[in-house]
């Protein structure tokens, strides 16, 4: 049985960021899973997958914002820190020995669904507006050539 369950509502409308989301849910899941079996080689190798993967969904998505000019993309980017903090706090207790799971799982499940429904919710139409600016760019130098040169060098 899983431990979350992705609601319709928790869809932004931006595919990219969706999926990223519903990875998330699904390695918390996927910690869920291990730490039900008894698996602590598998909760640690979870951990670590769903803390790398969410600072790097984070990173996207404030390039995002950033990119639309969304007015408030630095507060959002703090909210990232901060919880950033917190998360990586529950990895170090877990690298020296304590049992951190539950707490995880509880803090990423409670925290990314009432940031996605609020704080996620309210970029969604400036990141739309941007994209679909950015990809009738048809010049030599548009978003998507932009977008591969940042990330891919």
């Known amino acids: 049985m899983a431990f979350l369950e992705w609601e319709s509502d928790l869809d932004t409308g931006i595919e990219v960021i969706d999926g990223q989301h519903r990875r998330i ?13 008894g698996d602590a080689g598998a909760v640690a190798r979870v951990i670590e997958e769903v803390v790398d993967y969410t600072v790097s969904h984070f990173a996207f998505e404030e390039t995002l ?32 020995g304590d ?35 950015l990809t009738r760019d048809e010049s030599g130098d548009g978003w998507l050539s932009r977008s591969m040169r940042r990330f891919f060098g």
């Not at 990119?67 to 909210?79: E, M, N, Q």
């Open 25 to 37: 849910v699904e390695m918390i899941n996927g910690l869920h899973a291990a730490q039900e079996q």
């Open 65 to 96: 914002l950033e990119d639309a000019g969304y007015l408030f993309s630095r507060a959002h980017k703090k909210v990232h820190e901060l919880f950033i903090r917190r998360v990586d706090l529950l990895r170090r207790r877990h690298q020296a």
């Open 99 to 133: 049992d951190v799971a539950d707490e995880l799982k509880d803090l990423l499940g409670r925290w990314l669904f009432n940031h996605i429904r609020n704080d996620d919710a309210a970029y969604v139409g400036a990141v739309k507006a941007n994209m679909q600016r």
